[in-house]
């Protein structure tokens, strides 16, 4: 567990917190958005990558590992971008920021508070990082190819799913609870859901490269 226990450590956490606890209650106070966001209890939606980045911040803080303070603010901003879009998103697709629940003002809440303590932790006391790398031997480059050629097949797969799959199986359906349901882009809303991804995805990439 981590020694430090400074403001922005705590912050840091208490955030997280919140936030981790805000992706189980209901983010929309009308039915039909991407992701089941009337319901409580489960992190369907935008809720779900919005909890991986409130686990992942939590985890680095606890466990101070290297390269912490960077990692945090990772983290942070980008789950603040998901939960504060997200919120928008609603309120447009239904006509007015008096259909946003209140799951995702505490959300919103809980990230803004994990920017304030990520900023607030000097990266003087971050323990160094063991950068990793592949060995320098003949295999090295065609096994680099290949890390890009599939990071580059993934990345093309998402896309051309995200927009093949038709509006009513995503915005009201079982479909919602699986991950090919949270990746339309076929309208507004269900396009904010993948935006969401794609920000976790970014966040999350930030944070394993910032701790090594």
């Keep these: ?13 208490l955030g997280a917190l919140t936030l981790v606890v805000a992706c189980f209650l209901s983010w929309s106070q009308s039915a039909g958005f991407p992701g089941q966001m009337l319901n409580s209890g489960y992190p369907g939606g935008a809720r779900t990558y919005a909890l991986l980045l409130g686990v992942a911040a939590f985890v680095v803080l606890a466990l101070d590992t290297p390269g912490r303070a960077k990692a945090v603010r ?9 939960t504060a879009s997200t919120a928008v998103f609603i ?37 160094a990082r063991t950068v990793f790398s592949l060995p320098d031997a003949r295999w090295r480059g065609p096994v680099e190819i290949v890390i890009t050629l599939a990071a580059a097949g993934l990345a093309l797969y998402v896309f051309v799913v995200g927009l093949g799959i038709p509006d009513s199986t995503v915005a009201s359906s079982r479909v919602d609870h699986v991950f090919r349901g949270a990746i339309s882009m076929n309208d507004m809303t269900n396009g904010s859901e ?9 966040g999350l990439f930030l944070v394993a490269a910032r701790t090594g």
């Design 74 to 82: 990772a983290a942070a901003v980008w789950s603040l971008v998901i």
């Design 91 to 127: 309120g447009y697709a239904f006509g007015g920021l008096v259909n946003v629940a209140t799951g995702a003002w505490v959300a919103v809440v809980g990230s803004v508070l994990m920017v304030l303590g990520a900023y607030l932790l000097p990266e003087s006391k971050d323990r």
């Design 194 to 202: 993948f935006m969401s991804f794609v920000f976790a995805l970014v």
């Design 1 to 13: 567990m981590t020694r430090d226990r400074s403001v922005g450590t705590f912050a840091g956490l």
